[in-house]
Structures are given as structure tokens and as C-alpha cells.
């Protein structure tokens, strides 16, 4: 409600940590983590056979898992990478439950388990740097089913739930952020209370430019070739995958 009581100018400057302050807040509570509650019930229904069942069950795995709710509206809110970036990785690390969304009946069955088997077969078939380290982690997750499946998730917990809004942001943001006016500017410097930080916000503003422009560049992939672009996309695919399944043995 505060939000809506804001001039429009002061709204647009603001809105960035505005909007990250609310949508972080809105995960805080406790059934946005359950396997149970909210969304995750779509999890406790049976695996569908047959390719239609398969696009079925992952709208449902997208959507009990809160990845594609948090990811559609990282889009439409239209922000700077930089800030998609963060508040996504915060956002993803407050609702992930990998090992309880394995548990329910969606994803803790044979066909469930036979498709994930596949899935992770071909990930593991992206070549790395690291192959030893790929090849102990697959004999390690050889008949456990509950690993390969929270492997999967902290995958696409990634992908869909923080580079894929990253990197749509990169390319469809513009200047959101109003700059503060030269009156602004004055208004502030005659206040002495905000006297010494004014210097302090329009660093701090400074970097935050940069390192959004960083953030722009390296998604955009901007100045790079098209084949070394590519590579770089898998390269990163193979890595990401590594570390998930690190992460799911850790936790299995």
C-alpha cells in the first residue's frame, strides 16, 4: 500500500529495492518451503504416461516447485539484470526443498524416476574440464533415484528460476530507474542531515550502474562471435550440472 501512496517520480526511482524488498518479503512465509502447502500440492498427484503426460507433469513439477511463478514475475516486472540476478538467487534459496519435492508422488515413482534417469544420462553426456569428477558422481548416484531428482531440480532451479529471467532482463531493460533531478540533488544538499550522504548514495549508485552494466554485458554476450558465445552457454551448462550434482549428494 506504501508503494501505492508514492508520486510517480519518486516511484520510478525507487522501485527497483522497492519491488525486491516485496517479493522478498512475500517468500518469508513458512508454506512457500512446504512440500504440502500452496502450489506443492500439484506435486502429490500421480506421474501421466505418454508425451502429453510428460509436458503435463513438468507444468506441474514448474509450478509446485515455485520456480516458474517466481520466474514469470521477475519478467513482467521489467528490472535490471543486476537486480533479476539477486533477487532471484535470494528468492530461489528461500524456497528450495529439493529433498521434499522429491518426496512426494509426482516425482517418487518408477516412471518418474525412469525419466529423470534419462534426463540426467544426457547432462551427464555434456562434455567438462572436470571429467573425473563427473564420472565418481555417476557411479555414486547409480541406483538412488532420490539424488538424481534433487540433482535435477537445483538444475532447474538455475536455469528457469535465475539465468533465464537474467538473461531476458539483459536484453529487454532500458533505463527503469528515474535519476534524481538536479532540484532533487539540491533540495538534498541544503538538508544537512543528508549532507555527508548524499556523496555516499550517488557512489553507491555509481557502482550499482557498473555492475549492472557488467552483469548486461557478460548475459548479452555482447562483443562475442556466435560459435564462442555458443560454447560458452554449454560450457556453463556443464558446470552448472556438476555443482548441482554435488550439491544433491551433499544433501541426499
Known sequence: MTTLLLPY??????RVWLIGLLRVSMVLVPSHRSSKEGTAVLLHHA???GLG??????????????????????????????????QQCIISAMVSNTSGYCACPLLDNPLAAQ?????SRGLDAVPLFTV???SAAML?????????????????QVVVGVLIPTVLAAYTSSALEEPATPQHRQRQQQQPVWGQLCGLASRAEELWQHANSMVQEVCTGAGM??????????????NLWMIAVAMAERDA
Open 47 to 49: 506421474a501421466t504416461p
Open 115 to 119: 525419466r529423470l534417469a534419462w534426463l
Open 9 to 14: 517520480a519518486a516511484w520510478r526511482r525507487n
Open 132 to 134: 573425473p569428477f563427473t
Open 140 to 156: 555414486h548416484r547409480q541406483g538412488n533415484p532420490r539424488c538424481i531428482c534433487m540433482a535435477l531440480l537445483y538444475m532447474h
Open 53 to 86: 503426460g510428460m509436458l503435463k507433469d513438468y507444468l506441474r513439477v514448474a509450478l509446485g516447485t515455485r520456480v516458474l511463478l517466481q520466474t514469470v514475475a521477475a519478467i513482467i516486472l521489467q528490472q535490471p539484470p543486476l537486480a533479476v540476478l539477486l
Open 225 to 238: 562471435p556466435g560459435v564462442q558465445l555458443a560454447l560458452a552457454a554449454w560450457l556453463l551448462a556443464g
